[in-house]
């Protein structure tokens, strides 16, 4: 045995470190990841609590005795549950105290606005609120376990009758998953827990400490996948003033002033300055530089900025002792059924003492009443309790329970003084009461759904005033980042060698305007190609580069008027057409292999303009100018092949005379729900407009503003008013004047160039309380019932016929001397208004994008009489001329 030993090759030292870790990564690891899972991070379905949570509330209750203690103490105290230390036991005490549900707190525990931390837990104090002491505890229905080191009995979870869960909210991050619940409205979960009982249909949606507006439209009852956009509220103050009262969830005042400054920096919006005024509540002042729009400046704060954030939950619970994936309406159904059942378990222990004291109660009764003590003399304890037996013997059947060794024991305790003092009707009176108090108890047990939802309106009544919503919810546009970014660079072109962008060397190209870094550009070559592509630094799209721009998708109103030579036969074409939609990168042709481009303008509101051809001179032709009217063509799509101008080589283009928009007005709606301005038909029609109409907008404060239609504008959600501003329109307007104490009665007629101007009195409890801009408006008023004077009649008023049109500064006329209780608007009077004039303009925009479309051509046989006898003695100058760009005064590019 010795010598095989002696043979074994002995190990080498690598061989000595390898470790076989599979079985140690199997059981180690699953059980690291089920502890934390468990123990650390993920909140139980049952109450609403962490494991942590949990221990801080239950040594709370502890110590409690109605005074404040020191938060040190607390966490002291709780230290001998929580075996994780005193700094995530503090942690967790203070987020549950900035939660204000069911922590009482005295000192400094920090601002959720402001993101400061809590002081010293020696220098702040904590008790528990009466909402968790009448809702959280109760220990004769709580389940216990034995502490991590064994010398305490800790709740293995409360008899928790609220859905806390969802009210607080939750985030935490453990093994392989994680959680997000939203926290909810404490009066909407009431609420929603009742309409749960009574089997009605209810919604439920994220309702946040901080305030804010939030999109709920993919919340996904708050399952895996769902999405709610959350925006701070955003005030203009003045053309050059923003005010975000309100910030989103998540967010503190000092995180989102550094995401603004930080998109500053970057060129997405440019602001001048930014002070952060917060306390009690939130104030950031935004300055803006000077020509910065107010509206579009709010639109790159929620693009660019944290003033808008996507929060995604994960409503992940421990269920019966496993994570669970569930909805928010399946939390809180369970949670009512579990409030339901913890309701009757302690109905049902209440129920239990008062039988049992109504049993012990009758039995002293019969002990007394019957002289039963009487027969104890020359009796030993034990044929005492057997006598006392057999004399109640009789009563067991009138009693609730049986009679047992207990009861006896007691009778045979009762003291000769209380048996002296025995006060028969007293006895009854308490009887009659305990029996009252059962019945109660066993009607409230047999009517379980009454009973909880008589506890839950309980609960909002005591404890629902100031928990009102806070977070306004909304549907919101789509910020589209392009369209709001600031003109934060320069586009350069470099035309002769193909190249683009915003970074291009000094003397390497010719600026051709301010653009975002987030714009699309097009360019048209001289080969008749266009490409649209990302802005970038520097790129090469190809020589010979005819014109260079900003590209905007959608963009219907910007019409391109081109001439090109096809290279296939030679001829040339005209087209107006407009570029709405293309794919990145690609190069879209016009014409055949060879083809050129002999005239270009890019017109922003559709012009059409007129313009000469001049044709090469050629044996046997006769014309060689052509006059064309762009406007007699139809906008179609922009791959169509055009119409034909001529067969003939053409020398040159020239502009002949300036055109004006063939485009016809534009139909504009307004989406009431995010009350912005749209042109696809969501909400009400405001009407037609031009390029110059106007918006009239009158706010319930009084104040009228006469605003360009521009959809980027931010319109009030209250405004009473918005409407397309008409000539002659007049505003009827009833308001009470808080200085003089009376209301009146005014009618105006808004100028085109109406300066925004309050047309109300601005006196302390002034408001306006009807306005029209229908011509023949009625109101109803009632009038008050005053001591010693006969009642006036309510009646009808025609503000037409009530007082006449008047300057806007003018105070109007007293509604009534009497004292008015209310005013109701009346359905308007029919007024035939006089139709608007309005000159009809042809517009063709044609989708086909067939290459092989070809209209009719223009040009008269006459034009292009091939068979003149007499050639033209005088000759144009020679053919091989080349073909230049130019820039006209409209911005218009046009080759010559």
Known sequence: ????????????????????????????????????????????????????????????????????NKVANIVGNTMKYHPHGDASIKDALTQLGQKELLIDMQGNWGNILTGDGAAAGRYIEARLSKFALDTVFNPKITKWQT??????????????????????????????????????????????????LEERPYELYPDFPQGGVADVSSYEDGKRGGRVRVRAKIRVSDKSTLIIDEIPYSTTSESLKESILKANDKGKIKIKSIDDNTAQKVEIVIHLSQGISPDKTID????????????????????????????????????????????????QVKLDELQSQWHITSLEKIFIEQRIYKLFDGLSYEQAIDITAEKLKPFEEKLISPITNDDLEHLMEIKMRRITRHDAEKADRLIADLEEQMAVIKDQLSHMVRTTIEYFQ??????????????????????????VAIQNTKLFVDKANGFIGYNLKKGEGEYVCDCSDLDDIIVFRKNGSFIVQKITQKSFVGKDIVYAGVWKKKDKRTIYNLIYKDGASGWSFMKRFAVTAVTRDRAYEHGKKG???????????????????????????????????????????????????????????????????TLSAREIWLDETIMRLNDEGRGRSLGNFHGDDKIMEITTSGEIRILSYDFERHFEMDSPVIVKWKKNMTV?????????????????????????????????????????????????VSYAKEKGVAPREDEDINIAEFITVKGIKAQGNQLSADKIKDIKALASLPYDEPEEEEEEIEEDVDE??????????????????????????QQEESSEEQIEGSVNDDGQVSLF
């Not at 859905?163 to 939750?170: E, K, R």
């Not at 929620?302 to 808008?308: Q, V």
């Not at 939390?331 to 109905?347: A, F, G, N, P």
Request: charged letters at 30%.
């Open 732 to 780: 009827s307007a009833v308001y009470y004047d808080g200085e003089k104490k009376k209301y009146f009665v005014k009618r105006f007629s808004p100028e085109k160039t109406q300066r925004p101007e309050m047309f109300i009195s601005q006196s302390k409890g002034s408001f306006m309380a009807f306005v029209s801009v229908d011509h023949l408006p009625m109101i109803h």
């Open 595 to 661: 083809s050129e481009l002999l005239y270009l303008t890019v017109n922003p509101n559709g012009e059409a303009e007129k313009v000469n051809v001049f044709l090469r001179s050629q044996a046997k032709l006769r014309k060689l100018k052509i006059e064309i009217d762009f406007a007699t063509l139809a906008v179609k799509g922009q791959l169509v092949k055009g119409n034909l101008v001529t067969k003939y080589p053409v020398r040159k283009v020239e502009l002949a005379e300036k055109g004006v928009s």
């Open 300 to 347: 790159a704060l929620y693009a660019f900025t944290d003033c808008e954030v996507s929060l995604s939950p994960i409503c992940c619970v421990i269920k019966d002792s496993k994570p669970a994936f569930l909805g928010v309406s399946e939390i809180l159904e369970y949670s009512t059924e579990r409030t339901k059942e913890m309701l009757r378990q302690e109905l």
């Open 147 to 196: 502490s991590y080191d064994g010398r305490n009995q800790e709740p293995i979870f409360f008899p928790m009758k609220f859905p806390l869960l969802l009210a607080q909210g939750v985030d935490g991050i453990a093994v392989g998953l994680s959680t997000k619940i939203l926290p909810h409205n404490f009066i909407e979960l009431i609420d929603s827990s009742i309409a749960i």
């Open 458 to 483: 309980n609960l909002k009544k005591k404890y629902g005033k100031g928990r009102e919503r806070k977070t306004e919810l909304r549907a919101f546009d789509n910020i589209e980042a392009a369209k």
């Open 848 to 873: 086909d994008f067939s290459e092989n479309e070809q209209d009719e051509p223009q040009t008269s046989q006459e034009d292009e009489d091939e068979f003149s006898k007499e050639p033209d003695t």
């Open 1 to 68: 045995m010795d010598e095989q030993n002696n043979n074994t090759p002995s190990p080498t030292p690598h061989q000595d470190r390898l470790l076989r870790v599979d079985s140690m990564f199997e059981n180690w690891f699953l059980d690291y990841a089920s502890y934390v899972i468990l123990e650390r991070a993920v909140p139980d379905i049952n109450d609403g609590f962490k494991p942590v949570q949990r221990r801080v509330i239950h040594s709370m209750r502890e110590l409690e005795d109605g005074r404040y």
